[in-house]
Structures are given as structure tokens and as C-alpha cells.
């Protein structure tokens, strides 16, 4: 149980801030979008995270640990790279926002027939390429960003399990 626990933290740890870097790449006005399909890639794996952590922490609640795992000694570090990555991602969103390049989009972009729309509720408005493109970054920005929070808070359940191992 030790080494799921240490094993977990690190998966837990790396894959919020490979998430991390897809939103700054999304932040980042002069980088062509990401594709829509990222989105799952973030998605997922917070998702799974979170019902991973949360599971860890009822089985040491119930069981508790037999041997000391490499977490308990080191739950501060834990809590502050997630705080790290929270305040980055923080940072990330506001500063798009101040700069005005990262309005939410009127609907969802899509291309028909090579030409650019949004399509609103089922009817297509016709944009510029550069107009899709900043919607596409706008959407990839808005949900890869949940997904940090999400892998963040898996991240700092694990942390705290291990802070109360180490008591």
C-alpha cells in the first residue's frame, strides 16, 4: 500500500502539470490552438485521479499503512507543488483575461464545407480562420483549466494523507 500511495503521488503530481503546460500553450497568443482532442486527454486522467485518490484515502482510513510510505515524509513538498501549480494556473487565467485575448467564444467552433463557424445552438455563424482559431484556444483554455483544478485536487487529498500519516 506504501508503494500505491508513492506511486499514485507521483502520477498525481506530473500529470497536472504536463496539463499545466497544454493551458500556458493555450494562454499563449502567437502558438497555433490544440486540438479539441487534448481536451479528453486532460479530462480523463483528472477524473481518474480523483476517484484514485479519493479510494486511497477511505483504504487508509479503514486499513491505515504498514509500512511508512516515502509520502509521509515528504507531504509538505506535496502541498506545495500543488499550491504551486494552483497559483500558476491562476496566474495563466487572469492574465489572459487582462489581456483580452481569451473571450469565451459565442459557440463551438467547426469547420463545414472549408469554411470557419461557431455553430450557436445548431445555427453555423460564419468567423474568420483567426476568429476559429482563437475559439478553439478559448474552449481547449477553459477545459484543460478545469481539469488542472481537478487533478490538483486529487493531488492535495494525497498530500493531506500523507501529512496525516506522518503523525
Given at each position: 500500500?506504501a508503494r500505491?500511495?508513492?506511486?499514485?503521488?507521483?502520477i498525481a503530481a506530473v500529470?497536472?502539470?504536463?496539463?499545466?503546460?497544454a493551458v500556458?500553450?493555450?494562454?499563449?497568443?502567437?502558438?497555433?490552438?490544440l486540438?479539441l482532442?487534448v481536451v479528453?486527454?486532460?479530462?480523463?486522467p483528472?477524473?481518474?485521479?480523483?476517484?484514485?485518490?479519493?479510494?486511497?484515502?477511505?483504504?487508509l482510513?479503514?486499513?491505515?499503512i504498514?509500512?511508512?510510505?516515502?509520502?509521509?515524509?515528504?507531504?509538505?513538498?506535496?502541498?506545495?507543488?500543488?499550491?504551486?501549480?494552483?497559483a500558476?494556473?491562476?496566474?495563466?487565467?487572469?492574465?489572459?483575461k487582462?489581456?483580452?485575448?481569451g473571450?469565451w467564444?459565442?459557440?463551438?467552433?467547426?469547420?463545414?464545407?472549408?469554411?470557419?463557424y461557431?455553430?450557436?445552438h445548431?445555427?453555423?455563424?460564419?468567423?474568420?480562420?483567426s476568429?476559429?482559431r482563437?475559439?478553439?484556444?478559448?474552449l481547449?483554455?477553459?477545459?484543460?483549466s478545469?481539469?488542472?483544478?481537478?487533478?490538483?485536487?486529487?493531488?492535495?487529498?494525497?498530500?493531506?494523507?500523507?501529512?496525516?500519516?506522518?503523525?
Amino acid at each position: 500500500m506504501a508503494r500505491l500511495l508513492d506511486t499514485l503521488v507521483v502520477i498525481a503530481a506530473v500529470v497536472p502539470a504536463l496539463t499545466l503546460l497544454a493551458v500556458i500553450w493555450a494562454a499563449i497568443p502567437a502558438l497555433p490552438p490544440l486540438p479539441l482532442g487534448v481536451v479528453v486527454l486532460g479530462v480523463l486522467p483528472a477524473i481518474a485521479l480523483l476517484i484514485a485518490s479519493d479510494r486511497t484515502r477511505k483504504t487508509l482510513n479503514k486499513r491505515g499503512i504498514a509500512e511508512r510510505p516515502l509520502t509521509a515524509d515528504r507531504w509538505r513538498q506535496v502541498l506545495t507543488a500543488a499550491a504551486a501549480m494552483f497559483a500558476v494556473l491562476a496566474v495563466t487565467v487572469i492574465a489572459v483575461k487582462i489581456a483580452g485575448t481569451g473571450g469565451w467564444p459565442a459557440g463551438q467552433p467547426t469547420i463545414s464545407g472549408g469554411h470557419y463557424y461557431l455553430n450557436v445552438h445548431g445555427g453555423l455563424l460564419p468567423v474568420t480562420e483567426s476568429e476559429y482559431r482563437q475559439a478553439l484556444k478559448s474552449l481547449v483554455l477553459l477545459f484543460m483549466s478545469g481539469s488542472v483544478v481537478l487533478e490538483l485536487a486529487a493531488l492535495t487529498t494525497l498530500g493531506l494523507a500523507g501529512k496525516r500519516l506522518s503523525a
